[in-house]
């Protein structure tokens, strides 16, 4: 072989490699004018802690929530605690939850986000976690805040049926995902499918509130309609928005995505008439990691999320359901005092979780 | 069925094998190979632990593991995963020999740039032009079917790219330049004598092909079956995104499902078990492949005339270039251009996750290059032991180093996050683990390409240097590596490309922050981000397509 193109080859190879030498870590995020001292602030609330100039290092954070819902409050925080380099591996939350079982002996994560409680729950159960108890955990829902300060709540989400307005007409409208099951539907309906956490909490909630087998008649009813599952929300809510399907069961804020998009899209709060199942919600939580390498940075980051500001990101940036009192809604969505909520009890759920992954598996849910 | 027990007619023993078979009386005698035996024994160690642990782990799952999934999934997955490992292996062998016998054969115009058409979706891994396709194609929401609406006003129906027929069609698209490659070299050195010796006989045109040129292809397209069989089991991105369940999906599934392992161990061992029967099956192949090595007399066989086919040729070679290769790239430069344009996404594709765009960028080169590094420099034992002292033991150890093809990337994973988190807990959780499975993965190809390598050199070479007064490792370095090091380069280049492709191994086995292309394209198209995804998506397609065509221009039908 022709050695001059050898050496060419080579010497492509090592420009490239030098072309994309990561930028120097000493230029990071533009200071940003050095944020005044927060203790500066009028406020009367001591809510928003001192940033304690010693946290620094880098804080290993595993998220069940999928990255763009999470990055929001990661950038925030590292303009506030720039010495604290996050990094980030955001996967599905029983992937996330194998992982840290995995490496209980050789812990690499500091923090642990879910997008529900039954698996914080059964990992917590296990021993996974080390207690935290943030100063805002007190102004918090006490049903959000772990007893043993295991984990605690952030955000509510509700499971809202969305849909496409130029395929359904208001009268054609259901309004309780048991109509999902109508075979008028067939073939109309996108879902996430079992690998989702939410969808896996929606089926452990129904197993406690209407046990095992009116939960599998209603997934049943779901395949036998041609329900398409996805891997994740967001293509359901595209779909939807295009018009790929004329309905999706999602988390509510993927409609807000969607709308915001530009898309003619609408939403339902299913099952709110006399008997209905109500309103399914369920909460993101976060943990610290027992055996983490930086606590500091982890309780920073905690702080974090349940302050005024961080709450106000979920809340404007994602549409979430923030659970600090105080903290406005995002415009145009719905207050939950409005509807009538399902009453699931979590720590009681979550010890079941295997027989959830039976069902789904037994059903050869997607 | 052994070749051995086959005597070769001797008119097909090429001068190499008899120049080999003299080599070898000459070198047994000379060096001790005990050290090169102990090198090559602990590299073929390295390399089949992982395989042996999952084994073992499959063996020794609780027997309710096994039940569970002996009732409700495997046989289906085991059906799903044939049915598909043979529809793409048929459809790839089609597509390739037929694409190999226009452009080697017959007087397609423009052939000699669709040499370069046919080969180049190697750039391209599967699951990025499945990407492509899902996004054009989805029923009612692709890009095709709305523009089709829109212009005639009503619904029109297209084939939907989602489940077998599409994973099938994707996968083809994507695997048929193995084959054609294969079999455009075996096109190319078929004996004119061979088809005229037909011809005299009276057969006709199309009786001549299928009954002489066809089979005399035969170790060719065997090989390049093989190969895509190979591949389609151990396919990852592809079927998870075209919703088609086979043993690597389910495995990934099982992973992200219940907290328990032993059901993904066991899935593994099957699947594992599958491939080591395929693999035995190529390495079979392999030796026989021998038998299309050209000799002295050699004349090319001569150009076909198309006739009044040459247009209809032209449209399916055009065809298929254009859904392998134009497609994919045309729709990847759009979005990549749509993203630089749009404020908001290019500052999401250079700045994501927990690094920007150069950062995943570099790991992606970094990590690939060390694997390509290790796995030529590991393969040099093994190949210098079972070419230079062939024997019994020289020859396991060999066939040991091919074991990496029979590990999907989802296993070696699994395999990886078990064995390196109990016995290396330093080593889980930082990049070195992914190399590692690079390595693991991809070994079989630097093996191959430097025992092939070294067939070139003639021993007598190394006997003249050690004549002259040279050690044996003297020997070696100055005379055997200068010869042999553009063959390690090109075995280099291939594990290069292949590890840069993978996606489930990394995906697995990558520590917090640590993403590469493959992986933030994955990530961005799973959460149905194309236009943040193509950036990357292209940029890989781009630096793949370096190693390749140096590899390519390696090949016989671009000298």
Redesign the interface.
């Known amino acids: 072989?022709s050695?001059p193109?050898?050496a060419s080859?080579l010497f492509?190879?090592v420009l490239?490699?030098t072309a994309?030498?990561?930028?120097s870590p000493a230029t990071p995020e533009a200071p940003t004018a050095a944020l005044p001292e927060p203790t500066a602030a009028p406020t009367e609330v001591a809510a928003t802690e001192t940033v304690d100039p010693s946290i620094s290092g880098k804080l290993?954070?595993?998220s069940g929530r999928?990255?763009?819902l999470i990055?929001p409050v990661i950038d925030a925080f590292k303009t506030e605690y720039p010495e604290v380099?996050?990094?980030?591996?955001?996967?599905?939350n029983?992937?996330i939850?194998?992982a840290l079982?995995?490496?209980q002996?050789?812990t690499?994560?500091d923090l642990f986000i879910t997008t529900e409680l039954f698996t914080v729950q059964?990992l917590s159960q296990q021993g996974i976690f080390q207690p935290y108890r943030p100063a805002a955990a007190d102004q918090l829902p006490a049903e959000f805040v772990d007893p043993n300060n295991n984990w605690i709540g952030l955000t509510l989400r509700a499971r809202v049926i969305m849909y496409n307005t130029d395929l359904v007409a208001p009268e054609d409208l259901p309004t309780s995902i048991f109509d999902l099951t109508d075979p008028k539907w067939k073939g109309k309906i996108a879902a996430a499918g079992?690998?989702n956490g939410s969808m896996q909490a929606q089926i452990a909630a129904m197993r406690q509130l209407l046990g095992e087998e009116e939960t599998e008649a209603w997934l049943q009813g779901l395949l036998d309609n041609d329900v398409t599952f996805f891997?994740?929300h967001?293509?359901v809510r595209?779909?939807v928005g295009?018009?790929?399907?004329a309905l999706g069961l999602v988390n509510h804020y993927y409609y807000h995505l969607q709308l915001d998009e530009g898309s003619k899209v609408g939403v339902i709060y299913p099952d709110q008439g006399d008997g209905q199942l109500g309103l399914i919600t369920n909460a993101t939580a976060v943990a610290v990691v027992k055996g983490a390498q930086n606590v500091s940075a982890a309780q920073a980051f905690v702080d974090f999320l349940v302050s005024e500001q961080g709450q106000k990101i979920f809340a404007e940036q994602n549409y979430e359901y923030p659970l600090l009192p105080g903290v406005p809604l995002h415009e145009g969505v719905q207050p939950l005092e409005s509807f009538r909520l399902a009453d699931v009890n979590i720590a009681e759920a979550a010890l079941d979780?295997?027989a959830t992954?039976d069902l789904?598996?037994?059903l050869?849910l997607? | 069925m052994n070749r051995s027990d086959a005597p070769m007619p001797p008119a097909l023993v090429s001068p190499l094998q008899r120049l080999r078979a003299a080599s070898n009386r000459l070198t047994t005698r000379s060096a001790s190979p005990t050290l090169l035996a102990g090198l090559a024994g602990l590299v073929a160690l390295f390399l089949v632990v992982p395989l042996v642990y999952i084994f073992l782990r499959a063996v020794g799952a609780d027997g309710e593991a096994w039940q569970?999934l002996l009732q409700?999934?495997l046989w289906k997955l085991l059906g799903n995963t044939l049915l598909l490992m043979l529809a793409v292996t048929g459809g790839a062998l089609v597509t390739g020999a037929s694409m190999a016998w226009l452009t080697e054969r017959s007087d397609l115009p423009g052939r000699k740039y669709f040499r370069w058409m046919f080969a180049l979706p190697l750039a391209i891994p599967a699951y990025i032009g499945g990407i492509v396709h899902l996004a054009l194609l989805?029923?009612?929401?692709g890009m095709l079917p709305?523009l089709l609406e829109n212009l005639l006003g009503q619904p029109v129906y297209t084939p939907s790219p989602l489940g077998f027929w599409g994973a099938a069609f994707i996968l083809i698209l994507f695997t048929f330049p193995y084959v054609y490659l294969l079999s455009g070299a075996a096109f190319r050195s078929q004996h004119a004598s061979l088809e005229e010796a037909a011809r005299m006989l009276g057969y006709r045109p199309l009786r001549t092909f299928f009954s002489v040129t066809l089979p005399a292809m035969r170790p060719g397209l065997l090989a390049g079956a093989l190969l895509v069989a190979l591949d389609i089991l151990a396919e990852y991105g592809t079927v998870?995104l075209l919703?088609y369940?086979t043993f690597s999906s389910a495995i990934f599934?099982q992973?992200?499902?219940?907290?328990d392992?032993s059901a993904a161990a066991v899935l593994s061992g099957v699947l594992v078990g599958l491939a080591v029967i395929i693999l035995w099956a190529e390495l079979r192949s392999q030796g026989q492949a021998r038998f299309t090595q050209m000799e002295s007399s050699w004349r090319p066989a001569p150009t076909i005339r198309l006739g009044k086919w040459r247009i209809p040729a032209l449209l399916v070679a055009a065809g298929v270039t254009f859904t392998s290769l134009l497609v994919p790239v045309g729709v990847l430069a759009t979005w990549s251009i749509q993203a630089v344009l749009d404020p908001d996404t290019l500052r999401?594709v250079l700045h994501?996750?927990?690094?920007?765009f150069?950062?995943f960028?570099?790991n992606s080169?970094?990590t690939s290059?060390l694997a390509a590094l290790l796995a030529i420099t590991l393969s040099v034992p093994v190949a210098l032991f079972s070419v230079r002292h062939p024997s019994r033991i020289s020859r396991f150890i060999a066939r040991v180093c091919q074991v990496g093809y029979a590990i999907p990337g989802v296993v070696i994973a699994l395999s990886l996050?078990?064995l390196v988190?109990r016995t290396l807990?330093f080593l889980?959780?930082t990049p070195f683990i992914v190399v590692i499975a690079y390595v693991l993965r991809h070994m079989p190809q630097a093996v191959r390409a430097s025992e092939a390598a070294l067939n070139q050199v003639s021993p007598t070479l190394e006997e003249a240097a050690r004549v002259s007064g040279r050690t044996p490792v003297q020997a070696l370095l100055q005379v055997t590596f200068p010869l042999i090091?553009?063959?390690l380069?090109?075995g280099g280049?291939l594990v290069f490309l292949t590890s840069l492709k993978e996606l489930p191994a990394t995906l697995l086995l990558?520590?917090?922050?640590?993403d590469t292309l493959a992986v933030r394209v994955w990530?961005w198209a799973?959460?149905?981000?194309y236009v943040q995804a193509a950036p990357a998506a292209l940029f890989l397609v781009l630096?793949s397509a370096?190693?390749l065509s140096?590899l390519l221009?390696?090949e016989q039908i671009f000298k």
């Open positions: 072989m050695l193109r050898l080859l492509i190879l490239l490699l994309c030498t990561p930028a290993v954070i595993y999928s990255e763009p990055q380099e996050v990094l980030l591996k955001a996967g599905s029983s992937e939850a194998n079982i995995e490496e002996a050789n690499q994560a059964s079992s690998t891997g994740g967001t293509d595209k779909a295009t018009g790929e399907f979780s295997d992954f789904m598996e037994k050869e997607p | 569970r409700a999934r989805r029923p009612r929401g709305r998870a919703r369940e599934v992973l992200s499902g219940r907290y392992r999401s994501s996750g927990s690094m920007g150069s950062n960028a570099w080169l970094w290059f996050v078990l988190n807990p889980y959780a090091l553009p063959g380069l090109a280049a990558r520590p917090a922050g640590f990530m799973n959460d149905g981000f630096i370096v190693p140096f221009r390696r």
